[in-house]
């Protein structure tokens, strides 16, 4: 279901994701960001257009598994988050980093 606001699209997209791995794929003009665990790919798509007035071409999604946390005797979980690759279509880029 995609949401019609475009208040809550940009509430799907809730930040890039700046790794190694993320900085490699901007050569190949895909971009990694964080998502509500929710979002589908329609969603993801609409909502990275809508935003950064862009094409994209397809949507890749990542539910990493959840990483054990300690505290003191206690243990739990790191919260569950998605990741969403997006690739754009050539010519088009997102300004991460704003020249200084």
């Known amino acids: 279901m995609i949401p019609k606001n475009p208040r809550q699209l940009a509430d799907l997209v809730l930040k890039p994701i700046i790794t190694e791995k993320a900085t490699r794929l ?4 895909k971009y990694v960001f964080e998502v509500v665990p929710q979002a589908t790919k329609p969603d993801i798509k609409a909502a990275i257009e809508s935003l950064f007035d862009v094409s994209v071409i397809k949507v890749n999604t990542v539910r990493p598994p959840r990483k054990k946390k300690r505290v003191g005797r206690f243990i739990g979980y790191k919260p569950l ?10 010519g088009d880029t997102i300004t991460l980093f704003p020249e200084v």
């Open 26 to 29: 901007l050569e190949n003009n």
């Open 81 to 90: 988050y998605k990741r969403a690759i997006v690739t754009l279509q050539d």
